[in-house]
């Protein structure tokens, strides 16, 4: 997963719309991580409260 992407004069919409991509995708490995880390420790205080 090392392709890069041909810059063209043409498309320059072309890298803000990866720059995107790339930033949605960071975040959605963020979310799960807090949502698969929170999940049990909410689940653990709520079991011993």
Do not use: H
């Not at 320059?12 to 720059?19: F, K």
């Amino acid at each position: 997963m090392t392709t890069q992407a041909i810059t063209n004069a043409k498309y320059p919409i072309c890298e803000r719309a990866q720059r995107m991509q790339d930033v949605l995708l960071v975040s959605s490995f963020g979310l799960w991580a807090a949502v698969l880390g929170l999940t049990p420790v909410l689940a653990y205080r709520l079991l011993m409260s």
